[in-house]
């Protein structure tokens, strides 16, 4: 049973550049969810997908955009880059249906903006 | 507003000694969901416990117990006699029934079991 897979695992951007990002989740999930970990930080909640469509947003600019695809994989999209958006984007999976249930987590993309 | 705070940054401990992880949250709604996660050096967070605030049951498992206390909004976590394994970052969180998808992390507590 394949988890939450994220790819690129490493990647350098400079500013102003675009990045995406994607995500599959764990076989049998319906959401992804989108999280940004600075480094010695909590994840924070960039958005959600359910059904392809953005379900909820965190209080992150309108640079971040996604997309979720029929298949239930994600993408993360981030323009005009700044040093800020260096991270670790994390990618979690979940079942709409169940109210507050637990989130499968993927290892991670970490983008480095020079 | 909605947060949570994990006032412990960094624990260091001898193995086989027992640890508690401190974690206290806000929220105004009255139907909310507390997590622990673990993340280990390869950045994959791993669940390790979902509690509903309606459940104040404390819970073991194993080596590990929570004890949940709305009456002063603290969701600790206890590792009995600690294993070198157990060396992660533990981080505490939080989601309401009425943004339910948006999980609201603690800024983690980094844990270190020395041999």
């Known amino acids: 049973d394949a988890g939450v897979t994220q790819s690129p695992t490493h990647l350098i951007k400079t500013r102003g550049q675009q990045v995406t990002l994607r995500c599959s989740p764990k076989?049998?999930?319906?959401?992804v969810s989108w999280y940004q970990q600075a480094l010695g930080q909590g994840p924070q909640f960039i958005f959600q997908?359910?059904?392809?469509?953005?379900?909820q947003r965190g209080n992150f600019p309108d640079r971040f955009s996604g997309h979720q695809f029929p298949n239930y994989s994600s993408e993360l999209n981030v323009n005009a880059l700044l040093l800020g958006d260096s991270a670790l984007y994390l990618c979690?999976?979940?079942?709409?249906?169940?109210?507050?249930?637990?989130?499968?987590f993927g290892e991670g993309s970490r983008l480095t903006v020079l | 507003a909605q947060k949570v705070t994990q006032a412990q940054t960094e624990i260091s401990v001898v193995e086989k000694e027992d640890v508690t992880l401190d974690c206290v949250y806000e929220?105004?709604?009255?139907?909310?969901?507390l997590f622990w996660y673990k993340q280990p050096p390869s950045g994959e967070l791993v669940f390790l416990i979902r509690?509903?605030?309606?459940?104040?049951q404390n819970e073991i498992s194993g080596r590990y117990s929570w004890n949940f206390q709305k009456s002063t909004s603290s969701f600790n976590f206890t590792i009995t006699a600690s294993q070198v394994v157990d060396s992660a970052v533990y981080f505490c969180?939080?989601?309401?029934?009425?943004?339910?998808?948006?999980?609201?992390f603690g800024p983690g507590t980094s844990l270190s079991v020395i041999p």
């Open positions: 979690a999976s979940s079942l709409g249906k169940i109210v507050g249930g637990e989130l499968f």
């Open positions: 076989s049998g999930h319906d959401t």
């Open positions: 997908y359910y059904e392809e469509e953005e379900r």
């Open positions: 929220t105004r709604d009255t139907t909310y969901y």
């Open positions: 509690r509903n605030s309606f459940d104040e």
């Open positions: 969180a939080l989601s309401m029934k009425t943004s339910y998808d948006k999980v609201i």
